[in-house]
């Protein structure tokens, strides 16, 4: 049976046809995980991006191939990256052993076969396989499960344990934690940590896609006590010390699963 697809081709529970318009603009590259990435990748000179969305840390000295099911974020590839190709991580359209490297960027969690996909990740790759991924373990440990924890349960319930990805990926695998800097250039919720004015934004809240499966009434009572708790400033006096904090080690991870 094919994978059920949304209205943009969008492969996962959400659907970036409808959300993610803006995508591009909140969610941008930040160059000390990038730099991670880049390194993860090793001597890699071509490399597999799988649900490349609008293309965040595609190395730009390498050959770079990006799969990605969704036309909205097709459409926001900027003009200097490959156009992507319109496939699922399930299903890769490549010959074995086609890459030196390959990568995917917090997405595992919107696949409908994380051990299928992983194992053509596998396939079509002679090196290294790194994943940008989020520890549901630790994902309520964060000053955000205070006011509204249903986005952090959803957040926790989509992520696949890392022992499950270390199960399906085989072979030598190194978990490196990933330091989120206080001006985080990427928009995902832990880069908010020191900056919670952001999340009165809707499109900065939409760019993360667990918002969109909150019912709006619980998003609009977030909004109206976080408004309310950083004019008055009861924020600053519970959480104030986060905005100072140059690094956070919160849940994103990076997977690095070497050939056996």
């Not at 490349?52 to 730009?60: H, I, L, N, R, V």
Request: charged share 25%; with cysteine.
């Amino acid at each position: 049976m094919s994978q059920a697809r949304l209205s943009d081709g969008s492969a996962g529970d959400v659907d970036y046809g409808r959300i993610g318009g803006t995508y591009s603009h909140y969610r941008r590259p930040e160059p000390a995980i990038a730099l991670q990435i880049r390194r993860a990748l090793g001597d890699a000179q071509t490399v597999l991006n799988v649900g490349a969305g609008a293309g965040s840390y595609e190395p730009t000295d390498c050959d770079v191939t990006a799969v990605e099911p969704s036309a909205a974020m097709r459409a926001q590839r900027p003009s200097h990256l490959a156009v992507a190709i319109d496939a699922v991580a399930e299903s890769l359209p490549f010959e074995d052993d086609s890459f030196d490297a390959s990568m995917a960027s917090v997405t595992v969690h919107q696949w409908s076969n994380l051990e299928k996909g992983l194992a053509e990740m596998r396939r079509v790759t002679r090196g290294p396989v790194v994943l940008l991924v989020c520890d549901p373990a630790m994902m309520m440990d964060y000053w955000l499960s205070d006011y509204i924890p249903q986005v952090r349960e959803i957040e926790a319930r989509r992520f696949p344990p890392l022992e499950r990805i270390e199960a399906a990926l085989g072979g030598t695998v190194t978990v490196e934690p990933v330091p989120i800097p206080l001006e985080c250039a990427d928009g995902f919720n832990e880069a908010y940590y020191g900056r919670p004015e952001a999340f009165l934004e809707e499109g900065a809240r939409l760019a993360c896609s667990s918002w969109s499966l909150v019912p709006q009434s619980l998003v609009q009572q977030f909004v109206d006590r976080l408004s309310q708790d950083l004019a008055n400033g009861q924020w600053d006096k519970q959480y104030g010390h986060w905005r100072s904090r140059p690094f956070y080690e919160g849940p994103l991870r990076l997977v690095i699963a070497e050939a056996e």
